[in-house]
């Protein structure tokens, strides 16, 4: 999964807490990305990276915000976790010298 | 606005037939088309990319794809199916200056039938 691991990767909340997703690179790339995974939807962009402290809004951003202090941290928060946000969310990044993303192994989350 | 349409949301196809996944999109410049590939609780995997040049490109595993500009389409095969192929496909499209937003289609689920 080109160094990236996502944690926890499994996890059931409560609607109306808060809940943060991690996102760890090991090769320092510039780009990062929060997608999430629906049934029908692909894969949408909630937000992505391009360096530290440098984030921008995907698609479907709204109840999602994330914030990166080092390069090879990009953390994904719900700050009030709804039943709508119940998804697989994938971080993924894109090299310097690639065109494609390259994909971690997936966070399972559940609000209940 | 760019999009990725996956026309069919099942494709079964018998162990040594040929297969094709379709792909089309809709960009207002030129396309960095993209093919992945998603196996039961796994991460995408990258299997192929047009960028520029020959408009059949070759990937991993046997894939190939063919870009085809008049048609917006860029289809995903594979000459002879493996069993071991059945997972969802996913279609992507970047618009080469429109940042980094990368689309995604809906997916194709392919089953591959001994």
């Known amino acids: 999964d080109a160094g990236i691991t996502q944690s926890p990767r499994h996890k059931v909340t409560e609607t109306g807490t808060p809940v943060t997703l991690r996102c760890h690179q090991t090769?320092?790339?510039?780009?990062m990305y929060w997608y999430r995974q629906d049934p029908g939807h692909g894969l949408r962009l909630i937000h992505y990276s391009y360096g530290v402290k440098d984030t921008d809004k995907g698609e479907v951003s709204d109840g999602y915000s994330v914030s990166r202090s080092k390069t090879e941290d990009f953390l994904l928060t719900l700050e009030s976790a709804t039943s709508s946000q119940t998804s697989v969310y994938f971080c993924?990044?894109?090299?310097?010298?690639?065109?494609?993303?390259?994909f971690g192994p997936g966070t399972r989350l559940t609000v209940t | 606005a760019q999009s990725v349409a996956q026309p069919e949301d099942q494709v079964n196809v018998a162990e040594g037939n040929p297969l094709t996944v379709k792909c089309t999109y809709s960009?207002?410049?030129?396309?960095?088309l993209f093919w992945y590939v998603q196996y039961p609780n796994r991460g995408l995997q990258f299997l192929l990319k047009y960028i520029t040049g020959d408009n059949l490109v070759k990937g991993s595993y046997g894939f190939e794809a063919e870009f085809n500009k008049s048609q917006t389409s860029f289809h995903l095969k594979k000459p002879s199916a493996l069993v071991s192929d059945s997972a969802l496909y996913f279609c992507a499209v970047r618009e080469d200056n429109y940042g980094q937003n990368f689309v995604f289609g809906p997916g194709t689920r392919l089953s591959v039938l001994p």
């Open positions: 960009v207002s410049g030129n396309p960095y």
């Open positions: 090769e320092n790339h510039r780009y």
């Open positions: 993924a990044i894109k090299t310097p010298s690639s065109y494609e993303q390259y």
